[in-house]
């Protein structure tokens, strides 16, 4: 099946309206095979607030670089990204800048007080 | 990227978009789909139907309800893939078609189409998978 842009935007809007905002949460080790168990690892940096923006029938964080203190230290693993106020919840792939995941960071390790970077955050529904 | 069930559900809930227009067309043409899928289709208008029913969604997946939908066909050939949009053509999706047991989105009674021998859709499946 494929969907045009237009359709594509309007499924999207789901995750990104302006009224929309959600927590994103970066963990060490693999992620869990399945988005429905609990998060493993270390949490190693999370904020909330963040909106995302629906538009050429991709979604992608509105503010990038978006930079906040580490939380935890170790080795970036995956992503959580949690709609506020819903059960909606995305696990993404996490690398360097160029490395083709769905977040792209300014470095893979997290260390408890150093800021650290969201480069780029894209990904394509449907 | 992987999507939990909540949010599948939700996403292809958003099919609605579509069904919120006033009319709603499903089309079915010969041929292979336009490999863009932003033009305007291709091959031969085959079949047509106005989708009154709306979808049921569970599982990731939504599925029309009110099936089968009958109609005789309005030129000849072989079923390739159909194509759902609002009455404005702003927004569509174009599906695979096959037959019974076949796995495709778009479930006909025959892919022969023939004037005068009414054809029915069965299943048409909006699946949003984990990943």
Known sequence: MKINTALRNAIASVLASPSTQGVLSIYSGAAPASPESAATGTLLWRHSGIGLIAEDGQVHMGETPFTANAEGTGAAGYARYSLTGTAYMIQLTVGLDGADKDIALDTMDFVAGEPASITCFTFVVL | MQLNMALRNKLVTQMKSVQNATHVYLRVYSGP??????????????????????????????????????????????????????????????????????????????????????????????IQPES
Do not use: H
């Open chain 2, 33 to 126: 789909p336009p490999a863009d899928i932003e033009s305007a289709p291709t091959g031969v208008r085959l079949w047509a139907v106005e989708i009154t029913t709306k979808f049921s969604v569970a599982d990731g997946v939504a599925v029309l309800t009110g099936l089968p939908i009958a109609a005789n066909p309005i030129d000849v050939g072989v079923a390739g893939y159909a194509r759902i949009s609002d009455q404005t053509e702003t927004k569509w999706a174009d599906f695979s078609v096959g037959l019974t047991g076949s796995f495709q989105e778009c479930i006909l009674s025959t892919l022969d189409m023939a004037l005068g021998v009414s054809a029915r859709l069965l299943e048409l499946n909006f």
